[in-house]
């Protein structure tokens, strides 16, 4: 039997209604991230439901408040490699500062990892932060290589 901490945290795919429930304001707590139009919103939720198997964006609902407390997204890069395979790329975690402490990060990560394994990646990759290298490294990643990046804006 699930316990209550378990029950008022559980991992699911984002829904169209959770624009209210404060999922923008959470990415917000990771990045730069303008305000989103209804309109725009509904748009990126429904691109993203036509690609459901190559993307997914996951969510920890707090069941208490009714607000977003914890998202992450993996999509998968079909490959010409190792049999023409997928790689899963987890991107955009964040859980809230007031929920950090909760373990909510490990249970989304693993909840992404698992779900990139279920479409057939043979592997997961991240990038992270130096300051988030031990975090990762207890939910089972290991450092290779480096990080490379251009922006364009």
Request: net charge neutral; proline share 0%; glycine share 6%.
């Amino acid at each position: 039997m699930a316990s209550n901490e378990e029950q008022k945290f559980q991992v699911r795919k984002l829904e169209l209604s959770d624009k209210s429930k404060g999922f923008i304001e959470l990415l917000r707590q990771l990045t730069t991230c303008d305000s989103v139009s209804d309109k725009d919103f509904e748009d990126r939720f429904m691109e993203l439901q036509s690609r459901a198997e190559d993307h997914q964006v996951f969510v920890i609902e707090d069941d208490r408040s009714g607000k977003i407390v914890a998202t992450g997204s993996v999509f998968s890069e079909r490959k010409f490699i190792r049999n023409c395979g997928k790689v899963g790329h987890i991107e955009d975690v964040v859980v809230d500062s007031n929920a950090r402490g909760l373990h909510l990060g490990k249970k989304l990560i693993n909840s992404l990892t698992d779900y990139a394994h279920s479409v057939g990646c043979y592997k997961v990759i991240l990038d992270c932060s130096v300051d988030n290298k031990a975090f990762y490294e207890k939910c089972g990643y290991k450092q290779k290589e480096i990080q490379m990046v251009k922006y364009f804006i």
